[in-house]
């Protein structure tokens, strides 16, 4: 679900490994098989080194004996014990918030040179067409060549499309469709490579350590999403556009290290000639885990998310004014983070599956009472506390997918996973909208928040045994 993140996929997950994304969140060539073995610096032991089972391997965090406020605190092992996922990360961090810096310097240009919010709302089109267009394509490319080498592919395009902005903000171009070009193509490059670095994941750190992953990128995200647009406003207003674009540029260059010094990561498995989309979809179909866990986080983004009326309840409810609706976009993105930085516990977890479904259900709960409740800070609160239990979703349910998938599968899923994620969240304007437009802002956030507890019921009475899996014994 990730709304905040979930709003269209930035490129600034891009540039390494997803949350989902990113995020969000191995297995050998056969679903039952769990994670591979962390990869070394030699490109054929990445490939030979057989899987570690579910309980190899040091146990998850800290021991149980460690202080509280340890075993509270992200589980840094991943960090700590593999270098390979430590570059990419620290990458990662870098480069979100640079992302973040250009995405706010895109839209501040578009509007001084148009004057007009329809112009500024096109920017968001020119990149949800490419990451739906190209996002299934992306993920059939990753399940059939170097996921290392496509991962540099596309981190390159985004840093030279990056150099782009830059060189036109310095020389005062002044084209719009200059920078609806841009954003385009930054769409494109993350959505051609994307599946392949979050594909990744699961060969650089063992199968017990990917909860404690997937909540560290969680917080390499949200810090892109929180600290980029401020340092962007602050940098857009002192010293211009350019600023930011240039930065962002620079940022490239710790990416595009942790990339170039991976092993080969071709997938694994018997290959059987090119890999289809459409082999993605059906294998979705067939499997009820996996399948369970994309429509959980659909629902959560169709029927809980009241983004599009954010403005209309900064007026209605509060009084307030865009200064107001900054801080209603920004509160799921601080809830998101804080859950990511206290989710030392996740790894304890083995029924990932009521996680999911009890997560999205939360979310759902504090959506509808933040419909039902006028206080702004009561409501900031509210809207925080959805972003954290979408943080615990997005942990498990791309756990789950990197796990209990076949590697051969996973980008393609990844793929799958860009399309929900570009998509999600428009059916979710859409039907908040409508319901608004129907009736009022309060009850379209309440019913939809509603809507969301009740599909996750329904989920739970249609598929028992969602709740029942066990990440000892993954099963897609």
């Known amino acids: 679900m990730s ?91 870098i480069s979100s918030i640079g992302q973040q810096m250009t995405a706010v310097a ?40 170097d996921r290392r080498r496509l991962g540099l592919i596309g981190s390159a395009g985004l840093a030279v499309v990056s150099a782009a902005l830059a060189a036109q903000a310095l020389a005062g171009l002044g084209l719009v469709a200059v920078l609806y070009a841009a954003v385009a193509a930054q769409a494109g490059f993350f959505a051609i490579s994307s599946p392949a670095r979050s594909a990744m994941i699961p060969r650089l750190v063992p199968s017990h350590q990917l909860p404690a992953a997937n909540a560290l990128n969680t917080v390499s995200m949200n810090l892109g999403l929180t600290v980029g647009p401020m340092l962007g406003g602050v940098l857009i207003g002192t010293y211009g556009a350019q600023a930011a674009y240039l930065i962002d540029t620079v940022a490239f260059t710790g990416t595009l290290y942790a990339m170039w010094r991976l092993p080969a990561m071709r997938p694994l498995g018997e290959r059987k000639g090119r890999a289809s989309v459409l082999d993605g979809l059906r294998f979705l179909r067939d499997q009820p885990n996996l399948r369970t866990s994309f429509l959980a986080d659909l629902a959560a983004m169709v029927f809980g998310m009241p983004r599009a009326l954010f403005p209309a309840i900064a007026v209605t409810f509060y009084g307030g004014d865009a200064g107001t609706v900054g801080l209603l976009v920004s509160a799921p993105a601080v809830g998101a983070l804080i859950g990511a930085l206290f989710s030392g516990w996740v790894g304890r977890v083995h029924r990932q599956g009521a996680a999911i479904l009890a997560a999205v259900a939360a979310w759902g709960l504090a959506i509808a009472a933040f419909g039902a409740l006028h206080n702004l800070w009561l409501g900031l609160l509210l809207l925080a506390v959805a972003g954290c239990a979408d943080t615990v979703s997005m942990i498990f349910r791309n756990t789950m997918m990197q796990v209990a998938a076949p590697d051969e599968m996973r980008g393609r899923l990844q793929g799958i996973f860009i399309v929900v994620v570009a998509g999600g969240p428009r059916l979710g304007d859409f039907e908040s909208g409508t319901v608004a437009a129907l009736t009022n802002p309060a009850t379209s956030v309440i019913t939809g928040g509603l809507a969301c507890v009740a599909a996750v019921l329904l989920l739970a009475a249609r598929r028992p045994a969602f709740l029942t899996y066990d990440a000892r014994h993954p099963t897609p």
Do not use: C, M
């Not at 839209?107 to 329809?118: D, H, I, K, N, P």
């Open 3 to 93: 709304k905040n993140q979930h709003s269209t996929p930035s490129p600034s997950s891009s540039r390494s490994s997803s949350p989902a994304p990113s995020t969000s969140h191995g297995s050998a060539p056969s679903a039952s098989t769990p994670s591979p073995a962390p990869s070394t610096s030699s490109h054929s032991a990445a490939e030979s080194e057989p899987d570690p089972g579910p309980g190899d391997g040091p146990g998850p965090g800290p021991a149980a004996g460690s202080p509280w406020y340890r075993r509270a605190f992200a589980d840094l092992s991943p960090l700590r014990d593999h270098p390979d996922y430590r570059r990419v990360w620290a990458g990662q961090a």
């Open 106 to 145: 895109v839209s501040v240009q578009v509007y001084e040179l148009t004057g007009s919010a329809f112009a500024t709302g096109l920017v968001g089109i020119f990149s949800l067409v490419p990451l739906v267009a190209f996002g299934l394509y992306g993920g059939a490319i990753a399940d059939t060549v």
